[in-house]
């Protein structure tokens, strides 16, 4: 049973490029959230994707933006990269339909932006 | 607005001996996760308490959540080197439809 993915492992780019993140959910599931984590603090919430829109959204610019395809997986993108948004990307899976308990998280996209 | 806080944020101590990890989170939620986060690594879920009075064991792990108090505890129980690791507590205010709100993180050391 597979849990969730994400590609790529690393990535780093430039201010002002754009970036493309992407995420599989465990198998079952139908929800998809993102979260950055910065060195040292906890994660915080970006958005969350279920039945292919956005459901919820966290403290976040319209440079976050995301989308969810048939199949579950999920990809987030962001525009206009600033050094701030270097950090680990989170993407948790979880099931909407019954009732929804633990997100389980994947091993994290590393952005370093220069 | 939605705070969760953790404390202490950094802890160190000696291998067999006990302590409790608090979380206070500001507006009620029924629900509550602890994860486990190593260096470099993603997030591995420990507990999740659903209801007041929780209680919760894993190994030398045990979480428990007061809802009215709104406050949960992780308490360790004759700590092992391999517990070191930094632990989250996370409430989700969606009723399951909603991000979890993090705390900012327990860096937990275990020495011999």
């Known amino acids: 049973d597979a849990g969730v993915t994400q590609s790529p492992t690393h990535l780093i780019k430039t201010r002002g490029q754009q970036v493309t993140l992407r995420c599989s959910p465990k198998s079952g599931h139908d929800t998809v959230s993102w979260y950055q984590q910065a060195l040292g603090q906890g994660p915080q919430f970006i958005f969350q994707y279920y039945e292919e829109e956005e459901r919820q959204r966290g403290n976040f610019p319209d440079r976050f933006s995301g989308h969810q395809f048939p199949n579950y997986s999920s990809e987030l993108n962001v525009n206009a990269l600033l050094l701030g948004d270097s950090a680990l990307y989170l993407c948790?899976?979880?099931?909407?339909?019954?009732?929804?308990?633990?997100?389980?998280f994947g091993p994290g996209t590393r952005l370093t932006v220069l | 607005e939605l705070k969760v806080e953790q404390n202490p944020l950094f802890l160190s101590m000696q291998e067999g001996k006990n302590y409790t990890i608090y979380c206070n989170y500001s507006?009620?939620?029924?629900?509550l996760y602890w994860y486990r986060q190593d260096p470099g690594k993603s997030l591995e879920s420990l507990f999740v308490?659903?209801?007041?009075?929780a209680v919760k064991q894993e190994g030398r792990l045990m979480a428990s959540l007061d809802t009215k108090a709104r406050l949960s505890t992780l308490h360790i129980t004759a700590a092992v080197h391999d517990l070191s690791a930094t632990y989250f507590c996370?409430?989700?205010?969606?009723?399951?439809?909603?991000?979890?709100?993090f705390g900012k993180g327990t860096h937990l050391i275990i020495q011999p």
């Open positions: 996370a409430v989700d205010y969606g009723g399951g439809a909603d991000g979890l709100t």
């Open positions: 507006t009620t939620s029924d629900r």
């Open positions: 948790a899976s979880s099931l909407t339909a019954g009732g929804s308990d633990t997100q389980y």
């Open positions: 308490l659903l209801s007041n009075g």
